[in-house]
């Protein structure tokens, strides 16, 4: 989600749109940054070291000095008083939905009903609450539609976009006898690295050459590092550099990006733009982006992974590399940010966008 905060914002800024940003952080802070001014205030750790608002009338107050004709939120619980401010002040309100809230609670409880009663009970609010809701999927769409069609409220989706001239593909050294893995992602359980990890170990007990490298940082990396115990795999943590970062995802003959509860991709959409194919789950919003020509799929567990690893693995390279770049190529990020802008102007001006 930050990779999408900070492409939007300089999107925005580009544009000629003046945009401030909010964030939650260890103290209270302001910046002017080339994308926008931040403003961060101080906020508690909250469970895998993220950090969440839980004082929202200090963002009202900041608000209010701001003056928006428009707010976006990505937080679907603690700035839910926010989205009443705006209404009273006429100031046009978007939710923008990065997590499926039913599937990723029960990816995290393993309670699958009672998550999808929570969920059902938050997302009726926030439909209600909200000018717009935008989705970056379709398979993110289904948690709100029949909600939103109930409440009025647009359900908009607009895919996210990937940096095209970052991630490219690189003339890289190629090893026949070695299928070469990689994953990039935060080592959290709602996005599933541990199903990437149990895809190369597999491979590793059939006796496939086989290396996957892992890059990223979270509350999980001892229980991967238990699982792996034995097998070709390297844990590199974070990669700040995202130069340095393409560099070794390009390197890869096969990304594993295999979430089935994420809404959308963006590391998916960054290793096609690098020229590296990716097998995901056969469910969930990353298994949009990938089509039958950029990479392959299977139902989420790893000896499905692993074969849909192997079949990608059997096709030819060169071809497969083109059709993964081509595949990133429809999704530049100033699509996004155009389409984002014309959602804002539309609920600033008090008019109903239209759901797409």
Known sequence: MKTAVHALGRGYQAAGARRLLVIPGPADLRASTPEGDVVQLRAPRVGGGYRLIVEPWRVIDVL?????????????????????????????????SHERLDDMLAMRTGLEAGSKVSSKLLNRVLVRSFDAVVVTSRYAQREFQALADAANCPIVRV?????????????????????????????????????????????????????????????????????????????????????????????ADIALSVCPGETFGLAVLEALASGTPVVTANRGGARELVDARSGAWG??????????????????????????????????????????????????????????
């Open 64 to 96: 209010e000095e701001f003056a928006p004709t428009s707010v976006e939120l990505s937080d679907k619980l603690t700035l839910l008083p926010i989205t009443r401010w705006a209404r009273k002040r006429g100031v046009g309100s978007v939710l923008l």
């Open 159 to 251: 895919p996210l976009g990937v940096d095209l001239e970052t991630f490219r593909p690189r003339l890289r050294s190629v090893s026949p006898d070695l299928l070469r893995l990689v994953h990039v992602g935060r080592l959290s359980r709602e996005k599933s690295p541990h199903l990437a990890v149990a895809a190369a170990v597999e491979l590793h007990r059939r006796g496939v050459p086989v290396q996957l490298d892992v890059y990223g940082e979270g509350p999980h990396l001892d229980e991967l590092l238990a699982m792996a115990a034995g097998a070709p795999v390297t844990f590199h943590g974070y990669v700040e550099d995202r130069d340095d970062l393409n560099q070794r995802i390009s390197a």
């Open 299 to 356: 139902d989420p567990d790893p000896a499905a992974l692993a074969d849909a690893a192997l079949g990608l693995a059997g096709r030819p390279r060169a071809a497969t590399r083109t059709a993964a770049r081509a595949r990133a190529l429809q999704f530049p990020w100033e699509r996004t940010v155009e389409r984002m802008l014309d959602l804002h102007a539309t609920v600033a001006s008090g008019a109903v966008p239209a759901s797409a």
